[in-house]
């Protein structure tokens, strides 16, 4: 649908875009982690391109995936990024849409924001960071948005325990008082 | 025909109090509490809409004297926690069932406030009970509103024999007071 964009994003920045594909009407570019900004800015300020509507932001955990095509013997391993974050874009004006998808280790959980370009992926970069650990680097205020400050680890990793709970208050709290009165007789 | 509510009657009060052996003023005051219920509806998620429903004039709770929401804890003595309750919520329930006067009740209604429901993961607290005590546990997903009105019966026989969790800690702290005064 919107093979032209990838087309001309492919021509621009040919060294910075490592493959492109299209699934379900999507256009997908995966994008080098060093030069999304270069790119991303490009994609906002060119007139053919004029991607104003940022859509939303998001992380896939690939911990146990297997590509398709990919015998079953071979896992996706630890030299392979873990992390796929996910940029979708869309422009009002010229009504195309792309994806830009980053790979990220898991060793090296970090991408530069993109929150001063789109001032809407400020909250969504957070929910990222919040679920998934991805640090991003430039983000005005990286904190976690959804969950308290008290808790530990970034629950929709694949690998945090199902039923992990990190409550803040518990009924021994409550009845803490009441037995100390007892006690004290 | 029909199902007799037996405890709306005070001489029937008498019964349960004789059984719970108090005095005739408890009585006379228990009788009174669990007519005048004025209900905190914490309410967090779907179950609400259900909640609505019970309270709307078709099932009508005003009935069994819980007429009235209050939406401030220091008004209310029925803490309805009606939904989802996140561990994020936990002290913020903790802080309305702490500022409500006493003695005070809670119900948890549906399977998420009783249990957690469907929810197992890091975000769900396993049901309020965790946080605050709760007299009755209403089930289903959302319940039916003719359950809720027979929680409320089965709470109002509660208040009637002063088994309520908030009114056996006044009395035990009642006791403990008396013991201490007799020593002295």
């Known amino acids: ?13 040919a060294a910075a875009i490592e493959r492109t594909e299209s699934q379900h009407g999507d256009e997908i570019a995966w994008v080098k982690r060093d030069q999304l900004v270069a790119v991303a800015t490009w994609l906002k300020n060119d007139p053919a ?23 079953p013997s071979q896992h996706w391993s630890e030299d392979k990024p873990r992390f796929e974050v996910c940029y979708q874009l869309r422009s009002s004006k010229h009504r195309h849409r792309v994806r830009l998808k980053i790979a990220v280790p898991e060793h090296d959980a970090r991408l530069p924001s993109l929150a001063g370009l789109w001032p809407a992926f400020d909250w969504q970069e957070r929910e990222t960071f919040d679920m998934y650990g991805i640090k991003f680097e430039g983000h005005p205020d990286l904190r976690r948005i959804y969950l308290y400050e008290e808790f530990v680890g970034y629950p929709l990793r694949k690998d945090y325990p199902k039923e992990k709970r990190q409550p803040l208050v518990r009924r021994d709290d409550l009845t803490r008082s009441t037995s100390s009165v007892g006690k004290e007789k | 025909m029909g199902v007799e509510i037996t405890t709306t009657r ?24 669990k007519f005048s219920l004025f209900s905190y509806p914490f309410v967090t998620a779907c179950c609400g ?22 939406f401030s804890p220091r008004q209310s003595d029925l803490l309805m926690v009606v939904g989802t309750i996140t561990e994020k919520q936990g002290p913020a329930l903790k802080r309305v069932y ?34 605050i005590p709760v007299d009755v546990y209403i089930p289903g997903c959302p319940p039916r509103p003719e359950q809720v009105l027979d929680a409320l019966i089965m709470l109002m026989d509660r208040i009637q024999a002063g088994r309520g969790h908030s009114q056996l800690a006044i009395k035990r702290e009642q006791i403990i007071a008396s013991a201490a005064q007799d020593e002295g």
């Open chain 1, 1 to 13: 649908m919107s093979q032209k964009v990838l087309d001309a994003l492919t021509t621009a920045h």
């Open chain 1, 49 to 71: 391109m004029a991607f104003d509507a940022p859509v939303f932001c998001t992380c896939i955990d690939r911990l146990d995936w297997r590509p398709l095509g990919v015998a």
């Open chain 2, 10 to 33: 005070l001489s029937d009060a008498a019964l349960w109090a004789k059984a719970a052996k108090q005095s005739k003023l408890d009585q006379v005051t228990n009788w009174g509490r």
């Open chain 2, 49 to 70: 809409m259900e909640f609505m429903s019970v309270a709307a004039p078709k099932y009508d709770l005003a009935r069994f004297g819980a007429e009235f929401p209050r």
């Open chain 2, 98 to 131: 702490d500022q409500m006067a006493e003695p005070k009740w809670v119900i948890a209604f549906g399977v998420c406030a009783s249990t957690g429901g469907f929810y197992q993961n890091y975000h769900a607290m396993p049901g309020c009970d965790q946080v």
